[in-house]
């Protein structure tokens, strides 16, 4: 069974850090891409960041380019998403998805193309 536990949210003020964790069990990364999306009150789920295994191909959004970082460690088993600069508009729950992808290159960012889902974990940012 697919597993995927999202953790590392919390509140923090404009300006600071946070690195979120996202880690699967009942299956490895191989053939896979992982993607972090965000929900915000009363807003549309949106694709912040991705990656994908097989050479490491990233896509961030606009609105995070720059400021957040997605990286992979396969013997962990684990995607991190470090944040920095974090602004009150990053506020949102986060959520951790898997998309089979056996090809090089950047993966899709589009939510509905994502098949397992984690929990969420929320980030709260103060002004």
């Known amino acids: 069974e697919v597993q995927l536990q999202a953790s590392g949210g919390g509140l923090v003020q404009a300006g600071g850090s946070l690195r979120l964790s996202c880690t699967a069990s009942g299956f490895t990364f191989d053939g896979y891409a992982i993607g972090w999306f965000r929900q915000a009150p009363g807003k549309e789920r949106e694709g912040v960041s991705c990656?994908?295994?097989?050479?490491?191909?990233?896509f961030y959004a606009d609105s995070v380019q720059g400021r957040f970082t997605i990286s992979m460690d396969a013997a962990k088993n684990t995607v991190y998403l470090q944040m920095n600069s974090l602004k009150p508009e990053d506020t949102a729950v986060y959520y951790c998805?898997?998309?089979?992808?056996?090809?090089?290159?950047?993966?899709?960012?589009?939510?509905?193309?994502?098949?397992?889902w984690g929990q969420g974990t929320l980030v709260t940012v103060s002004s």
């Open positions: 998805a898997t998309l089979s992808w056996k090809w090089v290159g950047v993966p899709s960012p589009l939510s509905y193309e994502y098949e397992d």
């Open positions: 990656i994908g295994s097989k050479d490491g191909s990233t």
